[in-house]
């Protein structure tokens, strides 16, 4: 499991840098129409993207092992599936 949750999180955070740079990778933001792009702050957008993945990758490494070191391994091995679901409810 320590591989595992090493990689997500290390993708959530690749993920959110690469979104900064290719905004293009926003969901819906690159098969709306010219003119409705024209209408979106893609700089703030993006930006908040990149932070709220970074976060989650952050949240999901240091969660793992911080709940692996106090012995609550249960808790430790959803870290994944908590920090998804409680963040992306959260963040959005």
């Known amino acids: 499991m320590d591989i595992l949750n090493l990689i997500v999180g290390l993708f959530m955070i690749g993920i959110g840098f690469l979104v900064k740079s290719a905004p293009e990778l926003i969901a819906g933001y690159n098969t709306m129409p010219k003119d409705k792009k ?11 993207m990149r932070n709220g993945l970074i976060i989650i990758g952050l949240s999901i490494i240091i969660g793992y092992y911080l709940f692996k070191w106090i012995g609550f391994t249960m808790i430790a091995n959803s870290m994944i599936l908590i920090v998804t679901l409680v963040g992306v409810t959260i963040w959005l």
Do not use: Y
């Not at 024209?38 to 908040?48: A, M, P, R, W």
């Open 38 to 48: 024209k209408n979106v702050d893609i700089e703030g957008l993006s930006t908040f």
